[in-house]
């Protein structure tokens, strides 16, 4: 499904990144994933199948862009980016501090932005096709949204307005980039077993699981399977959505 193409994951170290890498791998990827630790990135490479894991930290701008200049060049192109990096901290309007704000904000939206800026510079570079050719399109880009940027979230004011910002960095860079031939899309998540979740009470996770017609938590698989679509030629003619991936849970 992927055979030849190149991609790069943020993020990969665990949860939703770790199993996208994963997914692109076992499609015939070659993958480069990255986290904060180099040590952490490479172990997780190993785990996934990926070619290899580099250090990367998504609020530095330039590092960003040195970085997937350099997978671009060492692989000689760069087909797919998943912009998965992000964090979660909840606080109640009251309690929200100034540092919350800040690191919320440079994580997940300037973040995503710097991988999406770098990997629309990096694909532009190679030969254009007509936009939208099946099978030719010059890259794809998933970042990762959340049901709660579309629908709000008591005590998550700051993370919810950081998603729906990411929401519209693939609708924009969508419009801005279809021309040419890159695809964006974004993929919003309920509410998916990982580390980020972990902090939840077994109370909260039964009220959620409740709520969600299908019965159950997400998986990182779950949502490492949507990604691995919305990259593929199977997907070449989808661009600026925002697939839920959420069992339901916000209908
Ligand atoms: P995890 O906390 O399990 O993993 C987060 C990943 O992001 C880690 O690999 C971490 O790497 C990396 N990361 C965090 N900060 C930075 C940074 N500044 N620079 C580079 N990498 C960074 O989270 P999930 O897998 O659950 O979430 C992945 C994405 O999906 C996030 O954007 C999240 O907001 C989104 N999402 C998750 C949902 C859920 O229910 N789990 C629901 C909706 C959206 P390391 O710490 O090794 O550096």
Redesign the pocket.
Known sequence: MLDGKVALV?????????ATARALAGAGATVVL????EA??KEAAAAAGAASGLA????DAKAVSTLVRGVAKEHGKLDIVVA?????EDALLGMIREELVDTTLS??VA?TLHTVQAAARAMMRKKASPAGDRGTSAGAIVV?????GEHGSAGQTV?AAS?AAVANIARSAAKELGRSGIRVNAV??????????SGLTEEAKAENIGKTPLGRL?T?ED?ANAIRFLVSDDASFITGQVLGIDGGLVL
């Open positions: 943020t993020g990969g170290t665990r949860g939703i990144g770790l990255t986290g904060r630790d952490k990135a990367l930290d998504v609020t998965n990096a992000g964090i979660m994580t997940n973040g990762l949204a959340s049901i709660v993370y998603k919003a998540p309920g509410v998916i077993d990982t580390d980020l979740t997400g990182p949502v």
